[in-house]
Nanobody, 122 residues
Framework: QVQLIESGGGSVQAGGSLRLSCVFS????????LAWFRQAPGKEREFVAV????????AYADSVKGRFTISTDNAKNTVYLQMNSLRPEDTAIYYC???????????????WGQGTQVTVSS
């Protein structure tokens, strides 16, 4: 069983930055793809970004392109989400997830973190 531990959430004013981290207990074929999703109050969980341990081109939701960057540190079994130019609409609980395929759909991800709150004030 792969475990994920997130950190880095917090409160920031619009235009500010935060970096989220997610440490995986192991890298396996079943968590080759590493993704971030988010869920705002009263809304469904949505895709944010995805990458894989072996490199390749990351993918982003249109709403965060040009502002967020996903990256990995394989030596530390960690995936990051650098969030710049934050907006109030980015306020949500952010979850990291691991799965076998680099796709933007929740149902393909087996492993999930506990979530970390990001709050952006105007």
């Amino acid at each position: 069983q792969v475990q994920l531990i997130e950190s880095g959430g917090g409160s920031v004013q619009a235009g500010g930055s935060l970096r989220l981290s997610c440490v995986f207990s192991a890298r396996t074929a079943s968590n080759r793809a590493l993704a971030w999703f988010r869920q705002a109050p009263g809304k469904e969980r949505e895709f944010v970004a995805v990458i894989n341990w072996s490199g390749g081109t990351p993918a982003y939701a249109d709403s965060v392109k040009g502002r967020f960057t996903i990256s990995t540190d394989n030596a530390k079994n960690t995936v990051y989400l650098q969030m710049n130019s934050l907006r109030p609409e980015d306020t949500a609980i952010y979850y990291c997830a691991g799965g076998p395929l680099q796709v933007p759909h929740m149902r393909f991800y087996t492993y999930w973190g506990q979530g970390t709150q990001v709050t952006v004030s105007s």
